[in-house]
């Protein structure tokens, strides 16, 4: 039997109240567009980007859903994935130089098989405020990372004991691992 296999992504997961019931939604992309599963119903099916509320509003009806909360679910993908795209920063995206705020180089080297990289903290603007964000430089691509991601990466690399106080100390803040 052939078989091909594609890449799909979730992107956000969200768990809300509504019409006196709890939706756990898993909402993402794959090869043909977008889809949403609500495991909490054993319901799954096609989606449309997350602002198109009528056609969302459609299928999760078609899945078994009734009106009212199938409205309610299309309203809250409309609503986080408003949120996530303000949220979106130029992560994994080529950035020219000249593009590129000011950066203050922290480390920089050459790979084994002779390629540079640079790693740099820039301070970049959202809603108004500087805050800042690591950067890693590498051929002709600069990513701008998430602190959150390299947490994440950090402790993935065993970087955290569960018993140290800054791991603890970042659980309180909210950071997710």
């Not at 709890?22 to 799954?44: A, D, E, M, R, S």
């Not at 949220?87 to 080297?109: H, M, P, S, W």
Request: glycine share 8%; aromatic share 10%; hydrophobic share 40%.
């Amino acid at each position: 039997m052939e078989q091909k296999q594609y890449k799909a992504t979730a992107l956000f997961e969200v768990s809300f109240n509504a019409n006196g019931s709890n939706f756990l939604v898993v909402y993402g992309q794959h090869i043909n567009g977008y889809y949403c599963c609500i495991p909490n119903w054993k319901i799954g099916c096609e989606m449309a980007e997350p602002a198109d509320t009528f056609y969302n509003y459609e299928k999760l009806c078609g899945a078994g859903l009734n009106k009212n909360d199938a409205k309610a679910i299309a309203e809250m993908i409309k609503t986080v994935g408003a949120e996530k795209e303000q949220g979106i920063r130029n992560y994994g995206r080529i950035q020219f130089e000249k593009d590129l705020v000011e950066c203050l180089t922290v480390a920089e080297g050459v790979k084994d098989d002779g390629n540079k990289y640079e790693l740099a903290i820039t301070s970049e603007s959202a809603n108004g405020e500087l805050r800042s964000a690591p950067v890693v430089k590498f051929k002709n691509r600069t990513f701008i990372l998430h602190w959150e991601d390299m947490v994440a990466l950090a402790s993935k690399a065993g970087l955290f004991d569960e018993s140290e106080s800054a791991y603890k100390a970042l659980l309180r803040k909210g950071v997710t691992l």
